[in-house]
Nanobody
Framework: QVQLAESGGGLVQPGGSLRLSCAASGFTLDYYGIGWFRQVPGKEREGVSCISSSDDSTYYADSVKGRFTISRDNAENTVYLQMNSLKPEDTAVYYC?????????????????????WGQGTQVTVSS
């Protein structure tokens, strides 16, 4: 069964850290660009960060630049999103998605239809 599964969300105080994981099963992430998105009720799903399929180039939205780090571990078939210095406005459901063969230029276009697989999401709540 082909699927992506996010984990690692939870409740954290402002200034704290979380590491989200995006684990693939049924396919190999090596050949896929991976995007992390987040969504709050009533708003569109927004791109947070992505990593390319080929050279591991990365991209970060301005709102998370310098605080979040995306990385992949092909041996574990997992992509991570390390989130530091979390703010209340980071509160959202976080999703990962996989796009076969995608470059950074393709993924930052914002076109969600390029993604082949989506995870079910993990809740991140930043609150004191």
């Amino acid at each position: 069964q082909v699927q992506l599964a996010e984990s690692g969300g939870g409740l954290v105080q402002p200034g704290g850290s979380l590491r989200l994981s995006c684990a693939a099963s049924g396919f190999t992430l090596d050949y896929y660009g991976i995007g992390w998105f987040r969504q709050v009720p009533g708003k569109e799903r927004e791109g947070v960060s992505c990593i390319s399929s080929s050279d591991d180039s990365t991209y970060y939205a301005d709102s998370v630049k310098g605080r979040f780090t995306i990385s992949r571990d092909n041996a574990e078939n997992t992509v991570y999103l390390q989130m530091n210095s979390l703010k209340p406005e980071d509160t959202a459901v976080y999703y990962c998605a996989a796009s076969y063969g995608s470059t950074i230029a393709t993924m930052v276009s914002g076109r969600k239809e390029i993604y082949d697989y989506w995870g079910q999401g993990t809740q991140v709540t930043v609150s004191s």
